[in-house]
């Protein structure tokens, strides 16, 4: 359990500019172990989905590298499935169809029968057994990612990479899906990467959160351990004392990101506490303006 | 249908105002051949082409229940014949009825069906060709660069100037007996010379604007390159596949006429041009008949490419 199963060393990411080298990602270090679940946050545009593309072998390192079971990671492969910020669902297939295709292609081992039943197990899991025949367009945001989800999950991949996997859903359908996510994971327990900016969905899904500095040459700033029993609920880790302590280290980190020339320490906290006064205020307000 | 109602009689209105004037424009015009046709001859002209095409066909029903009886006749004899040679002891040797082709001329209806033959053999000898060239053009940044001087070189070429040396080809590589004539090879392949182009270019721009995220899911599950293309890059352009589908068989139908006038091919071009070249006032409402033929034709065509290209779109539906 605890070897290095996927293992960043030195991995830094340049791009060519006009105005010369851009280096967004520098030094970047980590080990993470099979079967746990990491979520990275950071400022938007500080390199995550850089470093995210990285592991998928969409993009290779310009200097380190990052290693898989001990194998350098050189192209994308269906051992590292992602799953995408959009979804990106083939429009022409129905949801049935883009769940077959990726198991057809991956899941060689199976016959095609069990290929059949395997797509329809997974859509079945994320609760889409009603809308198989449905083009993505047809379906609502939510269940779009569900399928995504699906299809991601079901060629049984190494590691799982999630790049803001809820981030343009309602407030609600979020926590639905983060609580499937969660009970699905538990039962596969693969390993993930999940890049959020929802700070309640990396405490209650992740073991560890790493933190990333500002770009440009963005690092690893620090990294927190979420150290709540599995398996999590929501309600539960609502009254947990420790769940609100690591939520304001993670928020006073976020902050002290942003810049030098952001008020000290003391005034930060009154800061954070009514930033979440005001986050409760429109959650509520949305369970209201729903009922 | 509030709204059709509208659309409808304001369509006839102007429809009405265009006859009359047409009418009165018409007849203010004298040609060497008489007057300019008007709306009446035109209508006119139409009924007589009908007729033509109705006597044409009595006469070539006459010919061929003529041809019936003959042949009857004919094994009639070669039975008498046989018996005969069997009594006589000799050989025989049966011969084949072989009925003359009815040499009547095309009638108007055919040479409209002969013109949709040309335009649509032209048109998918050039569909074969731009469409798999578009997708390669398309996946591959290099013979993208590499074609695209030469596409733009030709694209904007007159059917007219390849005509010469598509004829010379064709009656070099065209031997005499084969089974096609010359005059439609030559205007199918001038045809597909010119409907090439914006197949070939729409096809290539659908490929390569394949989003980026579908190309990633191909990447990410490692598809193999057949089920890339058709799968993934195929369906996303199809949409632009068919929108220069559409345009190819409009300039396609348009070419044709030229093509048909120069080449004598027997459909409506060769039609128009003998009847000017027999000039009378009758042949002017004939002339007229043809333009509007073949408006209504290519008005047809490019609503049934609509329609195909509506149907294959999976998300502008
Ligand atoms: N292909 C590219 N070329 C140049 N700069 C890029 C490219 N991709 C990303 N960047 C830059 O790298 C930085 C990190 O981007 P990204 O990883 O997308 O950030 P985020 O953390 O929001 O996912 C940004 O400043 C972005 O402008
Ligand atoms: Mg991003």
Request: charged share 20%; proline share 5%; hydrophobic share 45%.
């Amino acid at each position: 359990m605890n070897q290095p199963y996927l293992e960043f060393s030195d991995v830094t990411k340049t791009f060519p500019t006009p105005k010369g080298e851009f280096v967004a990602v520098e030094g970047v270090n980590l080990r993470v172990h099979e079967g746990e679940f990491l979520s990275i946050m950071g400022h938007s545009g500080c390199g995550k989905s850089t470093l995210l593309n990285m592991v998928a072998g969409m993009s290779r390192c310009s200097r380190g590298g990052i290693a898989l079971k001990g194998r350098e990671i050189v192209a994308p492969g269906p051992d590292r499935m992602v799953v995408f910020q959009n979804y990106s669902l083939l429009p022409w297939m129905t949801v049935y169809e883009n769940i077959y295709l990726a198991v057809k292609t991956c899941r060689k081992d199976l016959s095609k029968q069990e290929q059949k039943e395997e797509s329809e197990r997974y859509l079945e899991m994320v609760g889409l057994s009603h809308a198989l025949k449905r083009l993505p367009r047809e379906i609502s945001g939510g269940m779009q990612q569900r399928a995504s989800i699906a299809r991601a999950l079901a060629v049984h991949p190494q590691v799982l990479l999630l790049d803001e996997p809820f981030g343009a859903l309602d407030a609600l359908t979020r926590e639905e899906l983060q609580e499937e996510l969660l009970t699905i994971w538990e039962a596969s327990r693969c390993t993930v990467l999940m890049i959020t900016h929802d700070i309640d969905e990396a405490i209650l899904l992740s073991d560890r959160i790493v933190m990333m500095t500002n770009g440009p040459a963005a690092g690893i700033g620090t990294i927190f351990d979420v150290p709540f029993l599995r398996p999590r609920h929501r309600e539960t880790l609502l009254e947990d004392p420790g769940f609100y302590t690591l939520r304001n280290n993670v928020l006073s980190f976020l902050y002290q990101a942003e810049g030098p020339e952001l008020p000290s320490e003391p005034e930060n906290t009154i800061m954070y506490a009514e930033a979440y006064q005001e986050q409760e205020d429109k959650e509520e307000e949305l369970v209201i303006g729903d009922q | 249908m509030q709204s059709f109602i509208k659309t409808f009689s304001l369509s006839l209105v102007a429809l009405l105002i265009f006859l009359g004037a047409w009418d009165v424009f018409a007849k203010s015009i004298e040609t060497s051949l008489g007057t300019f046709p008007t709306p009446a001859s035109t209508w006119s002209a139409f009924q007589d082409l009908w007729t033509e095409y109705e006597d044409e066909r009595a006469k070539r029903k006459e010919y061929e229940e003529g041809m019936a009886e003959k042949e009857k006749l004919h094994y009639e004899r070669q039975e008498r014949r046989r018996v005969r040679s069997e009594e006589l002891g000799k050989e025989f040797t049966p011969r084949e009825f072989k009925p003359a082709p009815y040499a009547g001329k095309p009638t108007y209806p055919e040479q409209i069906m002969r013109s949709l033959t040309t335009v649509f053999f032209g048109f998918f000898l050039a569909s074969a060709i731009a469409i798999p060239l578009g997708i390669f053009c398309g996946m591959s940044k290099g013979l993208q660069t590499a074609l695209n001087p030469i596409i733009q070189l030709l694209k904007p070429v007159s059917p007219l100037a390849w005509l010469p040396l598509v004829t010379l080809v064709v009656s070099a590589k065209l031997s005499a007996d084969a089974n096609m004539e010359k005059s439609f090879v030559i205007s199918a392949v001038v045809v597909a010379l010119c409907s090439l182009w914006p197949t070939l270019i729409n096809t290539a721009l659908g490929v390569a604007s394949v989003s980026e995220d579908h190309l990633n899911v191909a990447r990410v599950l490692n598809v193999p390159t057949h089920v890339k293309i058709f799968r993934i890059v195929l369906p996303s352009a199809l949409p632009y596949i068919f929108a220069g589908l559409r345009i190819s068989l409009g300039i396609g139908w348009m070419v044709l006429i030229a093509a048909e006038m120069l080449a004598q091919n027997p459909g409506l071009g060769k039609f128009v041009w003998d009847m000017f070249q027999n000039g009378s006032s009758k042949t002017l409402g004939m002339i007229m008949a043809a333009v509007i033929t073949i408006g209504v034709i290519g008005l047809l065509l490019d609503r049934m490419m609509y329609l195909l290209e509506k149907v294959f779109s999976y998300e502008r539906g």
